[in-house]
């Protein structure tokens, strides 16, 4: 029932908000549509801890805990982007960037977005997550394209072209898997049912299961944006509109992680190896070592923290391929704490290019004199990401380090090496842009609505307390969750 | 085993649909060398009718109900909306009589070529375990997707690349048939309406595109440097 509810409400959303068109009062309608997808995302969670995992709708849908903890994490920062996005997406179409038609297509893209993500999470048919990954993809193309200049309709291009190609790919993996499956579980639409392959994987041929893993991978790595796969992410961040960036950034390369986490875990019940979890690792490393030195090279904020997204989303995926108990709890904290904190920099750096008119870090000078509870959000926002206590992301990279230590001593130097030169990179640009000197050649706009400031505080003080103390529910439910994992 | 003894031997539909597979095999190397854009968009409907065709044919055999609405989906979207579509757009966009002059046909042929030999090599341990009328022809449908990838690759119009990754799709659908009997149907239709979504985007995003660069030459599109 809940699940319906969560599902339903931005599917809802999505048409209403392409009925309303740009009346007024669009941008409060689609906070108020994410708000009840939060809370009835909140209800689910409550139900599945309550009750234990659930499955419902002939076995088309399933929940437990490993997604439901996603799903919750989804609707929260899809709820406070939307609050962001409010006065932000006003001030663009004030600055005169955006017509009302595009404002429609915006509102209505964004719950059809969020609504392929819940999809993605919610379901347990491998095909219907590709379907939805797809779609997912799809609703965020014109999104990206926004603006129609020449940059931002490149990027559109490459992000639809690059994602299209690589999705592609998963369909062959899922194929295959369905190939496989289907010489265990009988033809039909059973045989694609995750909880249902997960109970058989053992019996699943491994040539087959590995091949298709190497599909699932190249297709689903190019949407978690792993190198060499990640052409299209610092583009699509760019040229987008802050809020879409803040969404892909935070919630769609996590999503897209969770589909290649499944399929992860049959090949490992298939194959009885470490072949999965090998390659997870090799991309997961190859991506923090080459995002970390490519940061230093941005001269654009919103590339600089995409960059910086790479880092993460490898450094996760290399955790989930190490795997084991505390790097599976290491890696679902730092997908937390990076959703929420990526998207809180996000918020900051978009209300910050916003009044300076410009996404070039040289020209964005002196935010604590100009805008100082921008300028904080920024700081903190960064030392955050940067792994510093006591934020949240200190506490999931010291668990990956620590275990990468025990388990894979060759990775660690590599690892440190990297965060390094990442912290370097990132601490360097953004030291000017806080305390610098304002541009004096530059007069500053007063920015004609108040930007919503909330969000970024709320994301922040969440990623805070994750620092000092995970209360025990949140703990044991990341256990569970690892444990699914495994 | 007299029965995979049976189906071991080369029927009559099985070697029909391996004839229709090397038809497909067949266009997908003229969509390569194809420089003109409306005769593309010919050859990629004449191979969703083969695709067609090869799913009725394979249907047939095996009497499995589901691949005939398999079937009708491919006839329906890939043989007449799509292409409808695509003219329309080029009509619209007139890039009609558009000719690729850039490409340089030997090269990328010599090159298809050792790409479906790959997919042979690939195809070879699915295929032995594969128990369906169509097994031998995994390959061809692995090396459609990877042929319709390099056309991708070599293009530099935006037409030609959406035709590239339509005919990818038609391959993965030929590879789902000729593995395994289809995909679950829910899970066709899921994919059949991201295709066409897609293509409504696309058509969208090609206006775009040109009312930014008065040409949907996608050498436009190489601003964004990586660095």
């Given at each position: 029932m809940e699940i319906f509810l969560v599902l339903g409400s931005p599917l809802l959303g999505g048409v209403l908000l392409a009925l309303w068109g740009h009346r007024a009062r669009a941008a409060e309608l689609n906070v108020a549509m994410s708000c009840i997808t939060f809370l009835a995302a909140a209800l689910l969670t409550w139900r599945v801890i309550a009750n234990g995992p659930m499955i419902t709708a002939d076995a088309q849908f399933a929940v437990d805990a490993l997604n439901v903890f996603l799903v919750a994490l989804t609707a929260f920062v899809a709820m406070t982007t939307a609050i962001f996005s409010r006065p932000y997406m006003r001030i663009e179409a004030a600055h005169g960037r955006l017509t009302d038609g595009r404002l429609r297509l915006y509102h209505a893209m964004y719950q059809l977005f969020t609504f392929?993500?819940?999809?993605?999470?919610?379901?347990?048919?491998?095909?219907?997550?590709?379907?939805?990954?797809?779609?997912?993809?799809?609703?965020?193309?014109?999104?990206?394209?926004?603006?129609?200049?020449?940059?931002?309709?490149?990027?559109?291009?490459?992000?639809?072209?690059?994602?299209?190609?690589?999705?592609?790919?998963?369909?062959?993996?899922?194929?295959?898997?369905?190939?496989?499956?289907?010489?265990?579980?009988?033809?039909?639409?059973?045989?694609?049912?995750?909880?249902?392959?997960?109970?058989?994987?053992?019996?699943?041929?491994?040539?087959?299961?590995?091949?298709?893993?190497?599909?699932?991978?190249?297709?689903?790595?190019?949407?978690?944006g792993l190198v060499p796969l990640h052409n299209w992410l610092p583009d699509a961040h760019a040229e987008g509109p802050t809020p879409v960036s803040a969404v892909l950034s935070g919630l769609l390369l996590n999503v897209a992680l969770y589909a290649l986490v499944r399929c992860k875990v049959l090949v490992d019940g298939s194959l009885q190896s470490p072949f999965a979890g090998n390659l997870l690792m090799g991309f997961g490393l190859l991506s923090v070592v080459v995002a970390a030195f490519f940061l230093s090279r941005q001269r654009d904020i919103k590339r600089l923290f995409a960059y910086s997204s790479i880092e993460h989303m490898g450094l996760i995926t290399f955790a989930f391929g190490m795997g084991g108990p505390i790097a599976s709890f290491a890696g679902l904290l730092h997908m937390t704490v990076h959703s929420l904190t990526k998207s809180a920099i996000f918020f900051a750096v978009g209300h910050a290019t916003q009044k300076a008119g410009t996404q070039i870090i040289d020209e964005i000078q002196g935010l604590m004199k100009v805008n100082p509870t921008v300028g904080w959000g920024l700081l903190l926002g960064s030392l955050a990401i940067l792994g510093m206590p006591p934020f949240g992301v200190f506490a999931s990279e010291f668990l990956i380090l620590t275990d990468a230590m025990r388990h894979q001593p060759w990775a660690t130097p590599i690892l440190l090496i990297s965060l390094a030169v990442a912290f370097a990179a990132v601490i360097s640009k953004v030291q000017p842009m806080v305390f610098g000197h304002p541009r004096t050649d530059t007069p500053l706009k007063r920015l004609p609505f108040t930007p919503a400031q909330i969000p970024l505080y709320v994301h922040l003080s969440i990623v805070l307390m994750l620092g000092l103390y995970i209360p025990p529910p949140l703990a044991e439910w990341y256990r569970q969750a690892a444990r699914l994992i495994g | 085993m007299s029965s995979t003894q049976a189906l071991l031997a080369p029927s009559l539909p099985s070697q029909l649909i391996n004839l229709l597979a090397a038809v497909m095999l067949l266009i997908a190397f003229a969509m390569l060398a194809q420089r003109r854009v409306l005769t593309l968009i010919n050859l990629f409907a004449v191979q969703g009718l083969i695709l067609t065709a090869s799913t009725l044919l394979v249907a047939w055999t095996t009497s499995q109900p589901h691949l005939y609405w398999s079937a009708l989906i491919t006839l329906v979207l890939k043989v007449l909306v799509l292409p409808l579509i695509l003219h329309r757009l080029i009509r619209k966009l007139n890039v009609k009589w558009d000719v690729e002059t850039l490409i340089k046909i030997p090269t990328t042929m010599i090159v298809g070529i050792v790409l479906v030999i790959l997919?042979?090599?690939?195809?070879?341990?699915?295929?032995?375990?594969?128990?369906?009328?169509?097994?031998?022809?995994?390959?061809?449908?692995?090396?459609?997707?990877?042929?319709?990838?390099?056309?991708?690759?070599?293009?530099?119009?935006?037409?030609?690349?959406?035709?590239?990754?339509?005919?990818?799709?038609?391959?993965?659908?030929?590879?789902?048939t000729s593995a395994t009997y289809g995909m679950p149907m829910v899970v066709e239709l899921g994919i059949a309406l991201d295709v066409l979504i897609g293509m409504v985007i696309l058509g969208v995003f090609f206006f775009q595109i040109r009312e930014r660069f008065d040409s949907l030459d996608i050498r436009h599109l190489e601003k964004l440097k990586e660095d």
């Open positions: 392929t993500m819940l999809l993605v999470l919610l379901t347990n048919n491998l095909g219907i997550l590709w379907v939805a990954t797809e779609a997912a993809t799809l609703t965020t193309v014109l999104l990206v394209s926004l603006y129609r200049t020449p940059a931002s309709l490149e990027a559109a291009w490459k992000y639809f072209i690059l994602c299209g190609v690589g999705i592609a790919q998963a369909l062959f993996g899922t194929i295959l898997l369905y190939f496989a499956a289907e010489r265990v579980l009988g033809a039909g639409g059973d045989a694609l049912l995750w909880t249902r392959l997960s109970a058989v994987s053992g019996s699943l041929e491994p040539t087959v299961i590995s091949i298709a893993f190497v599909f699932l991978l190249v297709g689903y790595g190019t949407k978690v | 997919s042979f090599n690939l195809a070879l341990p699915i295929s032995a375990l594969s128990g369906t009328v169509a097994r031998g022809t995994l390959g061809i449908a692995i090396a459609i997707v990877l042929l319709a990838f390099l056309m991708m690759i070599t293009r530099s119009k935006a037409v030609p690349q959406v035709i590239g990754f339509l005919a990818m799709e038609n391959g993965l659908f030929f590879a789902a």
